[in-house]
C-alpha cells in the first residue's frame, strides 16, 4: 500500500477536504480547507475526484517520504520552495515523489496556507463524512505528527486535463469586499470597518482572523444580543471592539455583532493572510 511518511509536520499540518456540512444542528461546523479555491486546484492538476482530502499546510516546514511506490503530487497555495529528494521541483504542477523520496517544503515568503494533494486522496478514515479536521471541535484526523502514515487512495481512472498553472501573488495588502450588516448598528461607525486599516493579529487561527486597529464602540453600551447562526466570513465585533473574521472553523452560533460579511469569493484570501499584514475592506 502507497502511503506518506510524515518526517516533518512544520508547525501544523492537517487533513482537510471540502468538510462535513449538515451537521451545525448538533453543533459541529462544516470545516474543511481554508482557501478552498488552492486545496481544488491541487485536485485538479492530479485529476482527484472533487473533494479528495489533501493536506493543508501552515507556515511550511512539512517533510514527508513516499513508501509503498510512486505518489504524484502537487502543491499550491502560499508559494513554498519545493524538493524532491535533492532537485527542486515546481509549486503548482504535478510532480512524481518515487518510492523512498522525501517532498519538501520550505517556508513561504507571502501566504500562510499550503496544500499538499496526492493523486488518488489521503485516504485517512473519515468522521461524519468528512475527512476534515475542525480545530474548535476537535473532529476528524488530529494534526500531524513525525512517523504518521498518510495511505494514499486508488488513483483516479482520468488523466490531469493540465500539468502546470501561474502561481498567484500574496503579498501586499489584503483587500476584502464585504456586505454591510446584519448587526452594523450595534456599532457606533460601521464605517470605521471600511474607512480604517487594519493589521492581522498574530493571534489568528483556522477559528478566525483576529484584526489589530482602532476599536469599533458599541451603539448602546452594555447591550446584550441573544446567539445568532454564525456564517464563514462574518466580521464579528467583540467587547474589545476589535473584529474578527470567521473562517473554516467557525462556531455555529455566536453572540457578538457581526457588522458585515465578506463575500464568499474573498474568504479563501483571508485565510491566507499572514500576521503582520495589512488589510482593508471595501463595501459592495
Same mark, same amino acid.
Given at each position: 500500500?502507497?502511503?506518506?511518511?510524515v518526517?516533518?509536520?512544520?508547525?501544523?499540518a492537517? @487533513?482537510?477536504? +471540502?468538510?462535513?456540512?449538515?451537521?451545525?444542528?448538533?453543533?459541529v461546523?462544516?470545516?474543511?480547507?481554508?482557501?478552498?479555491?488552492?486545496y481544488?486546484?491541487?485536485?485538479?492538476?492530479?485529476?482527484?475526484?472533487?473533494?479528495?482530502?489533501?493536506?493543508?499546510?501552515?507556515?511550511?516546514?512539512? &517533510?514527508?517520504a513516499?513508501?509503498?511506490?510512486?505518489?504524484?503530487?502537487?502543491?499550491?497555495?502560499?508559494p513554498?520552495? +519545493?524538493?524532491?529528494?535533492?532537485?527542486?521541483v &515546481?509549486?503548482?504542477?504535478?510532480?512524481?515523489?518515487r518510492?523512498?523520496?522525501?517532498?519538501?517544503?520550505? @517556508?513561504?515568503?507571502?501566504?500562510l496556507?499550503?496544500?499538499?494533494?496526492?493523486r488518488?486522496?489521503?485516504? @485517512?478514515?473519515?468522521?461524519?463524512?468528512?475527512?476534515?479536521?475542525?480545530? +474548535?471541535?476537535?473532529?476528524?484526523?488530529?494534526?500531524?505528527v513525525v512517523?504518521?502514515?498518510?495511505?494514499?487512495?486508488?488513483?483516479?481512472?482520468?488523466?490531469?486535463?493540465?500539468?502546470?498553472?501561474?502561481v498567484?501573488?500574496?503579498?501586499? &495588502? @489584503?483587500a476584502?469586499?464585504?456586505?454591510?450588516?446584519?448587526? &452594523?448598528?450595534?456599532?457606533?461607525?460601521?464605517?470605521?470597518?471600511?474607512?480604517?486599516?487594519?493589521?492581522?493579529?498574530?493571534?489568528?487561527?483556522?477559528?478566525?482572523?483576529?484584526?489589530?486597529?482602532?476599536?469599533?464602540?458599541?451603539?448602546?453600551?452594555?447591550?446584550?444580543?441573544?446567539?445568532?447562526?454564525?456564517?464563514?466570513?462574518?466580521v464579528?465585533v467583540?467587547?474589545?471592539?476589535?473584529?474578527?473574521?470567521f473562517?473554516?472553523?467557525?462556531?455555529?452560533?455566536?453572540?457578538?455583532?457581526?457588522?458585515?460579511?465578506?463575500?464568499?469569493?474573498?474568504?479563501?484570501?483571508?485565510?491566507?493572510?499572514r500576521?503582520?499584514?495589512?488589510?482593508?475592506f471595501?463595501?459592495?
Amino acid at each position: 500500500m502507497r502511503e506518506l511518511e510524515v518526517v516533518r509536520p512544520g508547525p501544523l499540518a492537517l @487533513v482537510q477536504d +471540502l468538510g462535513r456540512p449538515g451537521w451545525s444542528a448538533v453543533g459541529v461546523g462544516r470545516s474543511g480547507a481554508a482557501d478552498r479555491g488552492a486545496y481544488q486546484l491541487a485536485n485538479r492538476l492530479l485529476a482527484n475526484p472533487e473533494g479528495a482530502a489533501a493536506v493543508e499546510v501552515t507556515l511550511g516546514g512539512f &517533510d514527508v517520504a513516499a513508501r509503498g511506490g510512486d505518489v504524484w503530487v502537487a502543491v499550491t497555495g502560499a508559494p513554498v520552495e +519545493l524538493r524532491v529528494g535533492r532537485r527542486v521541483v &515546481d509549486p503548482y504542477a504535478a510532480v512524481c515523489v518515487r518510492e523512498g523520496e522525501r517532498l519538501r517544503l520550505g @517556508v513561504p515568503k507571502a501566504g500562510l496556507r499550503s496544500y499538499v494533494a496526492v493523486r488518488g486522496g489521503v485516504d @485517512v478514515p473519515p468522521v461524519l463524512g468528512s475527512r476534515s479536521r475542525d480545530v +474548535l471541535a476537535a473532529i476528524g484526523p488530529a494534526p500531524l505528527v513525525v512517523g504518521d502514515r498518510l495511505p494514499v487512495g486508488r488513483p483516479p481512472r482520468t488523466y490531469p486535463q493540465v500539468d502546470a498553472v501561474p502561481v498567484p501573488v500574496h503579498d501586499g &495588502d @489584503v483587500a476584502l469586499r464585504v456586505v454591510r450588516g446584519p448587526r &452594523d448598528d450595534w456599532v457606533r461607525d460601521a464605517d470605521g470597518l471600511v474607512r480604517d486599516r487594519w493589521t492581522v493579529s498574530p493571534h489568528s487561527d483556522r477559528v478566525g482572523m483576529r484584526l489589530e486597529g482602532p476599536p469599533m464602540r458599541p451603539a448602546v453600551p452594555g447591550r446584550q444580543l441573544p446567539s445568532e447562526g454564525a456564517y464563514r466570513g462574518a466580521v464579528q465585533v467583540p467587547p474589545g471592539g476589535e473584529p474578527v473574521v470567521f473562517l473554516a472553523d467557525h462556531p455555529v452560533t455566536g453572540g457578538y455583532p457581526v457588522v458585515g460579511v465578506v463575500v464568499d469569493a474573498d474568504v479563501d484570501r483571508a485565510a491566507q493572510a499572514r500576521p503582520g499584514q495589512s488589510l482593508r475592506f471595501r463595501w459592495i
